[in-house]
């Protein structure tokens, strides 16, 4: 089954200090992955995707992702976390059997001064 | 743009009342989608629509409706609410569904749904 997963429930950093949000996926053939962003009462934002190329994906806000197809890993980074960084973040992978996206249960950055 | 919107923002409903919750895009998009966010489950798709005038059931359809009224816009309807579907609904747009970069999602507001 296509699947995909988000390990931390939440995560903490000191505002100024790199920050990782993790995903790792179960996908046949080659993923189609996302990240959204959402903040207190809103809908999610997309931040960036890996569908085909670089490894290596940047997006909004300073955000970037590295796609580990050995390690099955796509994983959410910024150098520098701001305090307005804080908000839930979900990973998700298109199902390659129905085109449809399969999205995790979302993990809570929060950024602290 | 105003991108995707949707109507009304927060609802309270009475076990088997009925209820249509609006959405509309105004990015030309063709594909269309409903779902729904729980605390520790993400978000589930219910209904979807691929194109103009069809519409396919996602992962947790039971209990609801939906119309593909025009391009623009995708109703879901609760024909007679339940406790269990108390959460937060979210419409999302997409140029294609299946097409690489032009799946990308983009989605409304929300909608929050009490139902007692």
């Known amino acids: 089954a296509q699947s995909v997963a988000q390990p931390e429930d939440q995560v903490k950093v000191a505002e100024g200090n790199p920050l990782t949000v993790k995903c790792t996926y179960s996908v046949s053939g080659n993923p189609y992955l996302f990240w959204y962003v959402q903040y207190p009462n809103r809908g999610l934002q997309f931040l960036l995707k890996?569908?085909?190329?670089?490894?290596l994906v940047k997006g909004s806000y300073g955000f970037e992702a590295e796609f580990n197809k050995s390690q099955t890993s796509f994983h959410l980074k910024k150098p520098s976390a701001l305090v307005s960084d804080s908000a839930l973040y979900f990973c998700?992978?298109?199902?390659?059997?129905?085109?449809?996206?399969?999205f995790g249960t979302g993990t809570r950055l929060q950024v602290f001064p | 743009n105003a991108g995707v919107t949707q109507t009304p923002k927060f609802q309270v409903l009475k076990t088997g009342q009925s209820m249509t919750l609006q959405c509309a895009q105004d990015?030309?998009?063709?594909?269309m989608y409903w779902y729904r966010q729980d605390p520790g489950m993400g978000l589930r798709l219910i209904y979807y629509?691929?194109?103009?005038?069809?519409?396919d059931k996602g992962e947790v359809p039971n209990g609801y409706n939906v119309s593909r009224l025009n391009k623009r816009e995708f109703s879901l309807r609760l024909e007679s609410a339940a406790p269990s579907q108390t959460s937060v609904y979210f419409c999302?747009?997409?140029?294609?569904?299946?097409?690489?970069?032009?799946?990308?999602?983009?989605f409304g507001p929300g909608t929050r749904l009490l139902v007692l």
């Open positions: 629509s691929a194109s103009e005038g069809t519409t």
């Open positions: 890996y569908i085909t190329g670089d490894n």
């Open positions: 999302a747009s997409s140029e294609a569904l299946g097409q690489g970069a032009r799946e990308t999602q983009y």
């Open positions: 998700a992978v298109r199902d390659m059997n129905t085109d449809k996206l399969i």
């Open positions: 990015m030309n998009h063709n594909s």
